[in-house]
């Protein structure tokens, strides 16, 4: 298990927002928990010094291409990148300097799946440097991905066949439990429990960590294969649930 630290991007800053809140069609109801007054190079650099490669840096919305370039810059091959990632511009970031894109509405969108768009983007970069993002909501008892800033549901299931569908066009899984994602209320261990029990290539979970209790949680149930990132509890992002160093010198050396 492995901390993968991030740098959520909204309208250039470094921010903390509650995801399911990002709709473009109704910005009044955007929820901001933190906006950083560090730029994005200064969290690129310290994750950087501290070893955590394989964080991601998520462009949330227009009007952050620079932002994100800076942080690619403070650390080459060291982040992956994600949001509005295309076959038409995924190598321009990757020649910036990300180890790996992070594609979503490119392949999800209105509610459907473009299978044909994941196969030219995999066979144009390459799968190892493919991460899909396969952020769901619960409907019933099962998680099925969601589209269009986490608005839509599709016909997708998180299920084993699914998983190992599209792990042949992709070498990680960046998945986000939706409906606690931002909030700091604890996360979805059954979604964690299911991913950890398929566990073919490496996922990172997000959504809902607040305490160390829910980072063993992931561990145990992930069966130590399952990474995961914090946003909102961290105290570098503002919030108080989780110190950043304390969880960087645990996982340097597990056995504290």
Not at 192 to 211: D, F, M, S
């Amino acid at each position: 298990m492995k901390f993968r630290p991030c740098i959520d991007l909204h309208e250039g800053s470094v921010k903390q927002i509650v995801g399911g809140s990002l709709n473009s069609d109704r910005a009044e109801t955007l929820v901001i928990n933190f906006t950083s007054r560090q730029s994005p190079g200064w969290y690129a650099e310290k994750y950087r010094r501290d070893g955590l490669k394989g964080g991601h840096v998520i462009c949330l919305g227009p009007g952050n291409d620079e932002a994100a370039a800076e942080a690619l810059a403070s650390w080459p091959q060291g982040l992956h990148i994600g949001g509005g990632i295309t076959a038409q511009n995924a190598r321009l970031w990757l020649d910036r300097g990300a180890e790996k894109v992070i594609v979503t509405s490119y392949i999800f969108k209105d509610g459907q799946i473009h299978e044909e768009r994941l196969r030219e983007l995999s066979a144009l970069i390459g799968r190892d440097r493919l991460v899909l993002d396969l952020s769901c909501r619960k409907r019933g008892d099962q998680y099925w991905v969601v589209t269009d800033r986490w608005q839509k549901f599709t016909s997708v299931e998180i299920s084993t066949a699914r998983l190992d569908f599209f792990s042949t066009f992709c070498s990680e899984f960046l998945i986000h439990a939706v409906d606690v994602e931002g909030k700091s209320l604890g996360i979805e261990a059954n979604l964690v429990r299911q991913l950890g029990e398929w566990g073919k290539i490496p996922i990172t979970y997000a959504g809902g960590v607040h305490n160390w209790d829910d980072i063993h949680t992931i561990n145990r149930l992930g069966k130590g294969a399952i990474d995961f990132t914090v946003g909102s509890a961290l105290d570098i992002f503002g919030g108080d649930g989780l110190k950043y160093d304390d969880l960087v010198q645990a996982l340097k050396n597990p056995a504290t």
